[in-house]
């Protein structure tokens, strides 16, 4: 399709999609913040009538000096059918069962018609993780945060997923860029790849480690030591010389991590190396992540 095509096009498509906020109660702008493989977030703003109506959205607005939100567009024509019958579904229960914890971003509501599925999501305002990793190692002119700012948010991070799992739910796809920190520098997990294992309590099962066809590599986080390494087993690639999947590999890539932040005290190294321990029953789960003495000084903040 020629470009100019193509751009009339997705004007169209942008002025249905502001019909279609308009009619919900919310003022769509032209400001995206954010975008996923199908998907699209922009600034909005939420109606008086909408505040009125909707309970979430006045309570979650509520002590804010603004009525803006984030409103992330999941473009159905562009998702596989398992994407929106399946994980879908999955994202939204799972940020409803979400919804209550501080650090995750609150849902207000959820609308959808044939051609796309509207989430209206707390703002996030200050952007993700690794855009802030990127600004402070800058402005030091050293890779990285200071190792208290790395604890405070590694803390706030590790109550997020202690909430998940308690709510029966494995986050899956774990990475700086769905962790996003509000106007305050406060933490707020996100991500779509939630899924729900069966009974809250139960350990998650493989299906659990499955992602869904367009994240089974996600792309700079592919197989490799930033996710565990039993989905692998579950996805043996063809063996090659610079395969990520082997074991022996595995530990060299963990070596390189730890070389990697050897400028951090030694309780922070003994910290990422039981993280990264290959075999599950050696890693650290979260209730030892969290009494880690690394974190010592987070819990008494
Ligand atoms: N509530 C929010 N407030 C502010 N920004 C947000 C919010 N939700 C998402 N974003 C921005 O939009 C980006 C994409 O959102 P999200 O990760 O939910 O999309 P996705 O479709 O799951 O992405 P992918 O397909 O790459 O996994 C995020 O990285 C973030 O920058």
């Not at 994407?83 to 940020?95: A, T």
């Not at 802030?132 to 590694?154: K, M, P, Q, W, Y």
């Not at 099962?205 to 996600?218: C, N, V």
Request: contains cysteine; aromatic residues 6%; charged residues 20%.
């Amino acid at each position: 399709m020629k470009g100019s095509s193509r751009h009339r096009l997705d004007q169209r498509a942008f002025m249905e999609q502001m019909r279609e906020c308009r009619d919900k109660g919310y003022l769509l702008s032209l400001k995206q913040i954010g975008s996923g493989t199908f998907s699209k977030v922009y600034l909005a703003c939420a109606t008086h009538e909408r505040i009125q109506h909707n309970l979430k959205l006045s309570s979650d607005l509520q002590g804010k000096r603004h009525t803006i939100v984030a409103i992330k567009i999941v473009s159905m024509a562009k998702a596989p059918m398992e994407f929106s019958r399946k994980f879908l579904p999955r994202e939204i229960s799972s940020l409803n069962a979400t919804y209550k914890h501080l650090r995750c971003p609150k849902t207000a509501e959820t609308y959808q018609n044939n051609q796309r599925s509207y989430l209206v999501l707390e703002l996030v305002a200050r952007g993700d993780l690794l855009e802030h990793i990127n600004t402070v190692s800058d402005l030091r002119c050293c890779l990285g945060l200071e190792e208290e700012e790395a604890r405070r948010l590694f803390w706030q991070l590790v109550s997020a997923m202690v909430h998940c799992h308690s709510a029966g739910i494995v986050h899956r796809d774990l990475k700086c860029e769905n962790i996003l920190l509000d106007d305050r520098g406060l933490l707020k997990l996100t991500g779509p790849h939630f899924c729900s294992w069966p009974d809250p309590g139960h350990q998650p099962s493989q299906e659990a480690y499955l992602l869904p066809p367009k994240h089974s590599t996600s792309p700079h986080y592919p197989s490799g030591p930033k996710q565990p390494p039993e989905p692998l087993s579950l996805h043996p690639a063809p063996p090659s010389p610079s395969s990520c999947t082997s074991l022996p590999r595995l530990r060299l890539c963990q070596l390189y991590w730890i070389e990697e932040t050897l400028l951090s005290t030694l309780e922070c190294q003994d910290l990422i190396r039981g993280l990264l321990q290959p075999h599950p029953h050696a890693r650290l789960d979260l209730q030892q992540v969290a009494a880690h003495r690394w974190m010592l000084p987070a819990t008494h903040v």
